[in-house]
């Protein structure tokens, strides 16, 4: 097993074969998320201790080195090996490609303990990821106005639910969401934020509704206050794509919560996995689409989820979520 993470005390490292740290300390404990499912590796071979949460802003630039030494570790990457990357690493798709399990920690530490893996989350996650691979045509609707349809002929419907518990498969502690990317292209119509609907990755909860225009997946018009202005300003800064639609999702985990006050970044406010995991949430995100998950073709420095409390979602007409409630 090879563990690659961003750690201050090597020593917490157990039943690694060779394990990659640089002066910055993460949290990756509780290892029911890592062993779900997955019989032939025990809880004590793997990290178990909590580290400290901290020092966001050296991730990146740790991440980045951590993988110019791909070469090194590239002989333990196979098979059902766990493999760990807080934020985006960027080297998730390396370790896929060789059968390993991936997982991505980014959350803090009591939402990780909080969001452990649950076999309800994960069968919630399955099914309807099953149900979302069969469709084509997605409808996205609210009493406030919301008309969205977009379709994702060919692109598969993803299941999160927290656990790298099978090869070859990528997820994010605390995330119970069905996901896909869309067709570019294909979102068209009208998305209304609501009072408290969430801005993910700027941590905003929307206080006067902001109406979003679309037209072959791309966004066209942005209206309303001072949240109007925010998404386009962060849009603007991402330069190139950031305007396009890139992937929609809902949310299947009963115990997240609409109001954790953090985000996946140093700036708090609302967002992170409790935002896109809220049972019955909807969201239609902005910018890039082309991981390794996804399978899409936008390239964008922006990542931006738009996320609806009280929406409703169907695939080729057949409900899936009703005005926030999963059906």
């Not at 740790?62 to 493999?83: H, K, L, M, N």
């Not at 803090?108 to 979302?132: I, N, S």
């Not at 069905?178 to 801005?199: F, H, K, N, P, Y």
């Not at 992170?272 to 910018?287: F, K």
Request: hydrophobic fraction near 45%; charge should be negative; charged fraction near 20%.
């Amino acid at each position: 097993m090879i563990a690659v993470l961003a750690g201050q005390d090597m020593g917490h490292q157990r039943g690694a074969d060779k394990a990659l740290g640089d002066g910055t300390a993460w949290h990756l404990g509780l290892c029911d998320n890592l062993t779900a499912g997955a019989g032939q590796t025990r809880a004590d071979d793997l990290v178990h201790d909590v580290m400290a949460w901290n020092i966001f802003q050296l991730l990146h630039d740790i991440c980045a080195r951590i993988f110019e030494a791909a070469a090194t570790v590239s002989a333990g990457i196979a098979g059902r090996d766990p493999f760990f990357y807080p934020l985006e690493a960027h080297g998730e798709g390396f370790a896929l490609a060789r059968g390993a399990r991936v997982l991505c920690c980014m959350e803090p530490p009591h939402v990780l303990d909080r969001l452990r893996f649950d076999p309800d989350v994960r069968e919630k996650a399955m099914t309807g990821a099953a149900r979302l691979n069969a469709a084509n045509d997605i409808l996205i609707t609210s009493d406030v106005g919301t008309a969205l349809v977009m379709n994702k002929a060919g692109r598969r419907g993803l299941a999160n639910y927290g656990a790298a518990d099978t090869p070859g498969h990528i997820d994010f502690w605390g995330l119970g969401a069905v996901q896909a990317a869309q067709r570019e292209g294909t979102t068209q119509g009208r998305l209304v934020l609501d009072v408290g609907d969430s801005i993910f990755h700027i941590g905003r909860y929307v206080d006067a509704p902001v109406t979003l225009d679309f037209e072959d997946g791309r966004l066209v018009s942005i209206a309303g206050g001072l949240d109007a202005r925010l998404i386009r300003a962060e849009l603007d800064a991402a330069g190139d794509n950031a305007y396009l639609a890139g992937h929609m999702a809902w949310g299947v985990d009963p115990r997240a919560r609409w109001t954790q006050p953090i985000t996946q970044t140093p700036d708090t406010g609302g967002g992170g996995a409790d935002i896109e995991s809220t049972l019955g949430a909807v969201q239609v995100q902005l910018g890039s689409n082309d991981d390794v998950a996804f399978g899409g073709t936008i390239r964008s420095k922006a990542h931006l989820g738009l996320c609806l409390r009280n929406a409703s979602l169907s695939l080729d007409g057949h409900p899936v979520v009703k005005d926030g409630v999963l059906v």
